[in-house]
């Protein structure tokens, strides 16, 4: 197969590179760099089965020759990206997802979109099913993502039903590893970089909100069998390895022998920030045999190891 990836100088993106080249296939990787990083597929350049576009999807996307599969993956992720780029989030995830299902059906190509829990939003029901519609604050700082992506959704399923697109949408729960940032702002880099530096860890609220933390190469398995599955609605990914952040926050430390401890942020916690957060993953494991394979502690030492080299 010959795929684009969209996003793929980003953290997932860049993964999910890796994965299909390594399984033989050729990718064109989009990208214009706007909480990405050059460096996570600089390993990439010169390989004959990579091809590099810097690119704005949110503008009309031109990709010559054969495609057979598009995998939009392009958008900010952490929650401190899309409050300081919410128009630019708000743009990728509708016009740029227009653009990239515009593509695949020019192509035609089968198309991903890489969705999130977010669009359950605060969530009443726990844990979330795919058939659970969410509890989303349309005008909260939140908001730009949340609907952003549920705007995604809506447009993937439409062009499923108008055009006969063969579309897949992954429901993303929270997923950690090498080449996230460590300045994106999201719990698992904030919280290694300040243990390496021997500093408290900064728990933001009264740290009883949980999330539920799944390794990267457990995401691009699940998103690996889902394009090849016939299944067009969505599906969760993600674990059942739910933490509240003081928890988080001190298994973090045990890791890392950091002595320092933590310390409540009450007032940096955003509006609206999800109290519970963990996946019904029933449809992933019935519908493409998926299950995590990589335990927390050990996902964790890789990603430390990593963040030591990098830092
Ligand atoms: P990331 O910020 O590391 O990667 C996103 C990439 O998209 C970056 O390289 C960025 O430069 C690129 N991008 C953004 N807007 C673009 C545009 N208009 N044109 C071209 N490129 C653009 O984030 P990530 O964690 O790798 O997330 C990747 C995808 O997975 C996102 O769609 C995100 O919503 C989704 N997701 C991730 C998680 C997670 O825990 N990492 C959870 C849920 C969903
Ligand atoms: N968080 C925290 N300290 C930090 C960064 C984040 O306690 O230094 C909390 C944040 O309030 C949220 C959880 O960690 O409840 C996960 O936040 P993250 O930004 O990683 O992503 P989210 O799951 O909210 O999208």
Same mark, same amino acid.
């Given at each position: 197969? #010959?795929?684009?990836?969209?996003? %793929?100088?980003? $953290?997932?993106? @860049?993964?999910?590179?890796?994965?299909?080249? /390594?399984? &033989?296939?050729?990718?064109?990787?989009?990208?214009?760099?706007?909480?990405?990083?050059?460096?996570?597929?600089?390993?990439?350049?010169?390989?004959?089965?990579?091809?590099?576009?810097?690119?704005?999807?949110?503008?009309?996307?031109?990709?010559?020759?054969?495609?057979?599969?598009?995998?939009?993956?392009?958008?900010?992720?952490?929650?401190?990206?899309?409050?300081?780029?919410?128009?630019?989030?708000?743009?990728?995830?509708?016009?740029?997802?227009?653009?990239?299902?515009?593509?695949?059906?020019?192509?035609?190509?089968?198309?991903?979109?890489?969705?999130?829990?977010?669009?359950?939003?605060?969530?009443?029901?726990?844990?979330?099913?795919?058939?659970?519609?969410?509890?989303?604050?349309?005008?909260?700082? #939140?908001?730009?993502?949340?609907? %952003?992506?549920? $705007?995604?959704? @809506?447009?993937?399923?439409?062009?499923?039903? /108008?055009? &006969?697109?063969?579309?897949?949408?992954?429901?993303?729960?929270?997923?950690?590893?090498?080449?996230?940032?460590?300045?994106?702002?999201?719990?698992?880099?904030?919280?290694?970089?300040?243990?390496?530096?021997?500093?408290?860890?900064?728990?933001?609220?009264?740290?009883?909100?949980?999330?539920?933390?799944?390794?990267?190469?457990?995401?691009?398995?699940?998103?690996?069998?889902?394009?090849?599955?016939?299944?067009?609605?969505?599906?969760?990914?993600?674990?059942?390895?739910?933490?509240?952040?003081?928890?988080?926050?001190?298994?973090?430390?045990?890791?890392?022998?950091?002595?320092?401890?933590?310390?409540?942020?009450?007032?940096?916690?955003?509006?609206?920030?999800?109290?519970?957060?963990?996946?019904?993953?029933?449809?992933?494991?019935?519908?493409?045999?998926?299950?995590?394979?990589?335990?927390?502690?050990?996902?964790?030492?890789?990603?430390?190891?990593?963040?030591?080299?990098?830092?």
């Amino acid at each position: 197969m #010959r795929v684009l990836i969209t996003g %793929a100088a980003g $953290f997932v993106g @860049s993964h999910l590179s890796d994965r299909f080249i /390594a399984e &033989g296939h050729s990718v064109v990787g989009m990208d214009n760099f706007i909480t990405g990083n050059p460096r996570n597929i600089a390993h990439l350049i010169g390989n004959p089965n990579f091809r590099f576009i810097r690119h704005d999807v949110t503008n009309y996307i031109y990709v010559a020759g054969k495609i057979d599969a598009v995998l939009h993956f392009a958008s900010p992720a952490s929650p401190i990206d899309y409050l300081k780029l919410p128009i630019q989030t708000l743009k990728v995830g509708s016009l740029g997802t227009h653009n990239a299902l515009g593509l695949a059906l020019a192509k035609d190509a089968r198309f991903l979109l890489a969705s999130t829990s977010e669009i359950y939003g605060d969530p009443l029901q726990h844990p979330q099913s795919e058939d659970y519609a969410g509890n989303v604050n349309t005008i909260g700082p #939140r908001g730009v993502y949340d609907e %952003a992506k549920r $705007f995604a959704e @809506s447009i993937t399923m439409a062009y499923h039903r /108008a055009h &006969g697109l063969p579309t897949r949408i992954v429901r993303i729960f929270n997923t950690y590893g090498p080449r996230m940032r460590l300045d994106d702002g999201r719990v698992v880099p904030n919280f290694i970089g300040q243990a390496i530096r021997g500093e408290p860890l900064t728990v933001y609220g009264d740290g009883t909100q949980t999330r539920s933390f799944q390794y990267v190469s457990d995401l691009i398995e699940g998103v690996y069998r889902l394009l090849a599955s016939e299944f067009s609605d969505p599906v969760n990914i993600g674990t059942q390895d739910e933490l509240s952040m003081i928890a988080f926050a001190e298994l973090i430390n045990d890791i890392t022998g950091n002595k320092a401890g933590i310390i409540f942020k009450q007032s940096d916690r955003i509006l609206g920030d999800p109290q519970t957060r963990r996946p019904d993953t029933t449809r992933a494991q019935t519908i493409l045999g998926w299950r995590p394979v990589v335990p927390l502690r050990e996902g964790l030492e890789r990603t430390i190891e990593y963040f030591r080299e990098v830092m």
